[in-house]
C-alpha cells in the first residue's frame, strides 16, 4: 500500500542506524531492561538498598572496585529512558558510528572510571573535613551518564571550526544547569567525565569532520548554479528570477 511506504523507510531507516551503533543500543538496551525490572519487582526501600549494593560509592570501592565499576554503568535510580535513549542516541550512536565501537568504548570506560574516581574523592575529602557525613561512603551513584558525558566531550573533536565553538557552550550549558542549583559529587563526575573526553583528541585523528556550514555551502553552489540566488552586487537582482538572465556585456530588457 502507497500510504505504508514512508513508514516502512522510517522503519529501515531506523534499523539501519541502530545495527551501525550496536555498542550504544546494547548499552541501552542493558539499562532499559534493568531499570523497567526495578521499579515493576522492588518496592523504593528495597530499590535503593538493591542500587546501593552495586554503587560506586566509597564502600563499595574499596570492598570490590571492578563488580560495581561494570555493574553500576548498566543501572539508574529513576526514570530516565527517554533522557537516556535522546543522550545515547545523539551522542554515543554518533560517537561509535564516527571512531568504531572499540574506540567509542575505551572514551566511554574512560569516563565512567575517572569520573567516578575523581567524583569520590571529592566525597572522601568532604567527609575528611567534616563537610560530609559518614553516611555519605554508602550514596548511590549509579547509572552511565559518565561514561556518556566523556563522549560528549570527545564529539567537540569531530566538528570542524567554528562550530566546535559553539557546541562547547552547549555542553557547558548543560552541566552547568544543574550545577547552579545544586552542586554534588555527580557535578564533579560530570565536569571530570567531559574533561576526559576532550583529552582523548589523539583518538580521533584520521577521522572526518562534521561541518554543519557544509550542507549549506553545497546548496547555495546549487542555487547559484542553477541561477536561483540573487547576485550578491548592491541594487542585484536575482539571477534567473522571471526567467530572466543578464546577457553577456549588456543589461536585460526586463523590468
Not at 566523556?150 to 569531530?158: I, Q
Request: include cysteine.
Amino acid at each position: 500500500m502507497p500510504t505504508l511506504q514512508p513508514a516502512l523507510r522510517a522503519f529501515r531507516g531506523t534499523c539501519a542506524w541502530v545495527v551501525s551503533a550496536p555498542g550504544t543500543y546494547l548499552w541501552l538496551s542493558v539499562v532499559y531492561v534493568t531499570t523497567s525490572d526495578l521499579y515493576v519487582r522492588l518496592t523504593t526501600d528495597e530499590r535503593v538498598d538493591f542500587l546501593r549494593r552495586r554503587s560506586t560509592n566509597l564502600h563499595n570501592l574499596h570492598a570490590a572496585p571492578l563488580r560495581v565499576l561494570v555493574a553500576s554503568a548498566g543501572w539508574s535510580d529513576g526514570w530516565h529512558l527517554v533522557k537516556f535513549t535522546l543522550l545515547f542516541t545523539v551522542l554515543c550512536a554518533v560517537a561509535e558510528r564516527w571512531l568504531g565501537t572499540w574506540r567509542w568504548l575505551a572514551v566511554a570506560v574512560l569516563g565512567h572510571v575517572g569520573a567516578t574516581c575523581v567524583s569520590q574523592a571529592t566525597v572522601a575529602w568532604r567527609i575528611g573535613t567534616g563537610a560530609l557525613p559518614e553516611s555519605a561512603r554508602f550514596v548511590v551513584d549509579v547509572g552511565p551518564s559518565y561514561g556518556y558525558m566523556a563522549v560528549a566531550g570527545l564529539l567537540f573533536h569531530g566538528i570542524a571550526r567554528p562550530w566546535r565553538w559553539l557546541y562547547l557552550p552547549l555542553v557547558g550549558l548543560y552541566l552547568g544547569l544543574p550545577m547552579c542549583a545544586h552542586w554534588d559529587f555527580t557535578s564533579t563526575g560530570h565536569l571530570t567525565a567531559v574533561a576526559i573526553g576532550l583529552s582523548c583528541h589523539r583518538l580521533t585523528r584520521g577521522r572526518p569532520l562534521w561541518d554543519p556550514g557544509d550542507r549549506w555551502r553545497r546548496a547555495r553552489a546549487w542555487a547559484r548554479a542553477t541561477g536561483t540566488v540573487e547576485d550578491a552586487r548592491p541594487g542585484g537582482v536575482a539571477a534567473g528570477a522571471s526567467g530572466i538572465r543578464e546577457e553577456p556585456g549588456g543589461s536585460s530588457n526586463g523590468r
